[in-house]
């Protein structure tokens, strides 16, 4: 069976939850907590699926636990082929609507970089309203993103129809 590691990076709780409940619909996946867990880049091997987890600060820029693993994933470009990778993370559409969930975008650059398959779980963009997204690739979302500020309402019915829209993308 597909080993699914759920890397999440979250600042107020609110990716993280979402992180966690991912991982009650992957069967068997493991979360790993990057201000707890992580320790090197080694561990993305443990895993045949990635489920990349980040909140967006600053303008547009991944939560900060991302910050130094992707400084390393730029400059050593890890070999990520065969892996498939999908991105979620919370962002605030209205008061940072310039750069709702950029954070997505750049993971999805990096990732691409290191030669993971990527392209599973776009999202459309409708019933978002922000002003400029980094995440919106082709008309799309290159991820999930969750908005527990102004939809909260919406994210646990967003998080179980995507985890399903990524199983059947996998084939898993
Ligand atoms: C100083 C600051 C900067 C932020 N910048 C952005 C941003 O550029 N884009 C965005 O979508 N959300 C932005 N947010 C909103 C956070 O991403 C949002 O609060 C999110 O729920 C945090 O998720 P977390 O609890 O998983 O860290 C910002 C929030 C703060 C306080």
Redesign the pocket.
């Known amino acids: 069976m597909a080993k699914v590691g759920i890397f999440v990076g ?7 939850s979402a992180a966690e409940k991912l991982q009650e619909l992957f069967d068997g996946a493991e979360l790993i907590n990057m201000e707890e867990d992580y320790n090197d880049l080694e561990q993305f091997n443990d895993f045949d699926i990635l489920l990349i987890g980040s ?6 820029d991944a ?1 900060r636990d991302w910050v130094d693993p992707l400084y390393e994933m730029s400059n050593e470009e890890p070999d990520l082929s065969g892996k498939k990778v999908a991105f979620f993370g ?4 209205e008061t ?1 609507g310039e ?4 954070a997505l975008g750049k993971l999805d650059d990096i990732f691409h970089k290191c030669g993971a398959k990527t392209g599973f779980g776009h999202w459309s963009t409708d019933g978002y309203t922000y002003k400029y997204s980094y995440a919106e690739k082709a008309g799309k979302f290159c991820g999930l993103p969750i908005d ?2 102004n939809q909260e309402d919406l994210t646990e019915a967003r998080l179980t129809a995507w985890a399903e829209q990524v199983k059947q993308e996998m084939k898993i």
């Open positions: 979250s600042s107020g709780g609110v990716t993280l909140s967006t600060w600053g303008q547009g939560q919370a962002g605030d559409q940072h750069f709702f969930v950029s527990d500020i």
